[in-house]
């Protein structure tokens, strides 16, 4: 399709900055300034706000990109806009879940995608809902390369990747429910690459059409890029493989053709230089890791997203002495950090000036009012592993309870608002039962 409009998504940056969250009001108990980690002026470090780019954000608690798969046959749904709309903020960031570049960029049931027209169509009105609220919204565009099964392949094909060695362990298959192994992965051939680029790049044009204000590109984690990065992983003996010079190329081809695209100034980057998600390894993360950010800051690209290395997996949080300092340093953007953070380390973090932004990954799905809780000291609602890949419409995604429902000691209950979507959009991919996946 023909994209590259994004006007209306672009005017919203340029428009004046949003006020910031309201003064707290309320009953709960706003501890001492120590205990609500507040700054000798009073201010909480995690809601001040922060200009990044052109973009003026009222706060730091950006919401982290989460699968959710309820995207059904990879088309964004209405739900969505709910579930979106409910954890944006005046002047708040959020980067929406990874989302296909191409039919083959695939590994998760009912994950959303951004090649097809219609996609981008259903895009639109849950970023429109977004913005309605006063709030900014990247989105973060993957292929999952080897992380996936012939079944979520076009014609049963092999999935792609820089390897033709398999992951180890078992995925959700598309039914939302069975498991099934990895599939052998096929390596891409050299003159292939460029295709996949191309592929990066037309998602990324398609992701502004829909009305976002940017785009994450998706290089942790273990799937495509990750896999082109990792030296325990990529074993190609062409340009792409071997030095960390080659084995960054691929990344930075798609840095490359989606600056070019759509403006450096409305692309970010995800990475995982110490995480080793989907047996992908690296021997020298902290090398990695600063390499990128030198090479990203030549582009001048609005942010780089990296995750803390006390994250080695989904499941696997280890102590770490190893720091994202270096990197950190080396990168000339908005410096974003995300992995384990609770309210004190989030706030401590852009107290030290260790990052400019903190995401929070399940603490924002299991709260829809996060900031509004941080900035309260609030109590946090708990998250439920067992419903985070289901594919329910409102359970497990958009009947977490706010705040306000708390404070009225009413149980969580599904509004009638709910009720009615629930209705409309029973989909014959939904069947009974929770799983828990490896993502
Ligand atoms: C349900 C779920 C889905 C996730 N989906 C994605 C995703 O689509 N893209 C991504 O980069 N990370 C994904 N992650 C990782 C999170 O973005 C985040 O980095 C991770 O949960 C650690 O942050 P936390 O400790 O604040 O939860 C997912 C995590 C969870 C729990």
Redesign the pocket.
Same mark, same amino acid.
């Given at each position: 399709m023909m994209g590259g409009t994004g006007l209306a998504a672009w005017a919203s940056i340029n428009e004046p900055a949003a006020p910031p969250l309201p003064p707290p009001a309320c009953k709960i108990n706003m501890g001492s300034p120590a205990e609500n980690c507040q700054t000798d002026d009073g201010t909480i470090p995690l809601l001040t706000p922060y200009r990044m780019g052109q973009l003026q954000l009222s706060h730091r608690v950006v919401l /982290?990109?989460? !699968? =959710?798969c309820r995207s059904y046959g990879h088309v964004p749904q209405p739900h969505a806009a709910i579930y979106y709309s409910q954890r944006a903020t005046p002047g708040g960031l959020l #980067?929406a &879940? /990874? !989302?296909g570049v191409s039919d083959t960029a695939q590994g998760?049931p009912h /994950?959303p995608g951004v090649w097809t027209q219609e996609q981008v169509e259903a895009w639109k009105p849950i970023v429109k809902a977004v913005h309605d609220k006063g709030a900014f919204f990247f989105l973060?565009i993957?292929h999952v390369g080897r992380v996936s099964n012939t079944a979520y392949q076009p014609g049963g094909q092999p999935p792609i990747s820089p390897t033709n060695k398999k992951v180890s362990g078992t995925l959700l298959m598309p039914s939302g429910t069975e498991s099934g192994e990895y599939s052998e992965p096929r390596a891409l051939e050299t003159k292939e690459i460029p295709l996949i680029v191309n592929d990066f790049k037309m998602a990324a044009r398609n992701a502004i059409a829909a009305g976002f204000d940017g785009i &994450?590109i998706?290089g /942790?984690?273990g799937?495509l890029i990750d896999q082109f990065m990792k030296d325990g992983v990529n074993d190609r003996t062409d340009q792409y493989g071997g030095s960390l010079e080659n084995r960054c190329r691929f990344a930075l081809e798609i840095v490359d053709a989606i600056t070019e695209e759509i403006g450096p100034q409305r692309v970010g980057i =995800?990475l $995982?230089p110490f995480g080793a998600h989907s047996d992908s390894p690296d021997s020298n993360p902290e090398g990695l890791g600063v390499y990128m950010a030198k090479a990203l800051s030549k582009y001048n690209i609005l942010y780089a997203h990296y #995750? &803390?290395p006390r994250?080695k997996s $989904?499941f696997v &949080?280890v102590e770490s002495h190893a720091s994202l300092a270096s990197a950190q340093k080396a990168f000339n953007g908005t410096f974003i950090v995300?992995?384990?953070?609770t309210r004190k380390s989030g706030n401590e973090v852009i107290k030290t000036g260790g990052a400019d932004l903190v995401?929070?990954? =399940?603490? *924002?799905?299991a709260n829809p009012d996060l900031p509004k809780r941080f900035q309260l000291n609030a109590p946090l609602n708990k998250?439920i =592993?067992a419903t *985070?890949?289901t594919q329910d419409p409102v359970e497990g995604y958009t009947d977490y309870p706010f705040l306000e429902k708390m404070e009225e000691e009413t149980k969580p209950s599904i509004s009638d608002e709910h009720v009615k979507i629930k209705e409309h959009l029973k989909c014959p991919f939904i069947e009974n039962g929770g799983h828990a996946?490896n993502?």
């Open positions: /982290a990109p989460l !699968t =959710r #980067i &879940e /990874a !989302t998760y /994950a973060q993957w &994450e998706h /942790a984690h799937y =995800r $995982s #995750i &803390e994250v $989904s &949080e995300a992995g384990g953070h995401v929070y990954g =399940r603490l *924002f799905l998250y =592993r *985070f890949y996946n993502h």
